[in-house]
């Protein structure tokens, strides 16, 4: 059974700082890419942060506050998130990418497995 288990996510003021975990199980391959993703009701999921190839990838929104990280031993996908702002609050979502070939990272359809979420709420 393919899993993946967000959690860290809470309620914290603004400059706050919390990090997100993301245990992938049940995989019975090498992911390609893992990613996080935010939605706040009644908007479209947005891309925060990537990690492919070696490389991490942020939104401008969060560049320079967000660090994105990977344990090999643990399977775990880890997002970093400091400075919390207000607009930060929003359900953080884990996403996995097992399948080849070329793909987009910025969109829910590039990713094949999905967590259930972590809420993430910054109060001023």
């Known amino acids: 059974q393919v899993q993946l288990v967000e959690s860290g996510g809470g309620s914290v003021q603004a400059g706050g700082t919390l990090r997100l975990s993301c245990e992938a199980s049940?995989?019975?391959?090498?992911?390609?890419?893992m990613a996080w993703f935010r939605q706040v009701p009644g908007k479209e999921r947005e891309g925060v942060a990537v990690?492919?190839?070696?490389?991490?990838y942020y939104a401008v929104s969060v560049k320079g506050r967000f660090t994105v990280s990977h344990d090999r031993a643990k399977n775990t996908v880890y997002l970093q998130m400091n400075s919390l702002k207000p607009e930060d609050t929003a359900m953080y979502y884990c996403a996995a990418r097992t399948l080849g070939g070329g793909f987009g990272m910025w969109r829910g359809n590039d990713y094949n497995y999905w967590g259930q979420g972590t809420q993430v709420t910054v109060s001023s």
């Open positions: 990690i492919y190839g070696g490389d991490t």
């Open positions: 049940g995989i019975a391959y090498s992911w390609t890419s």
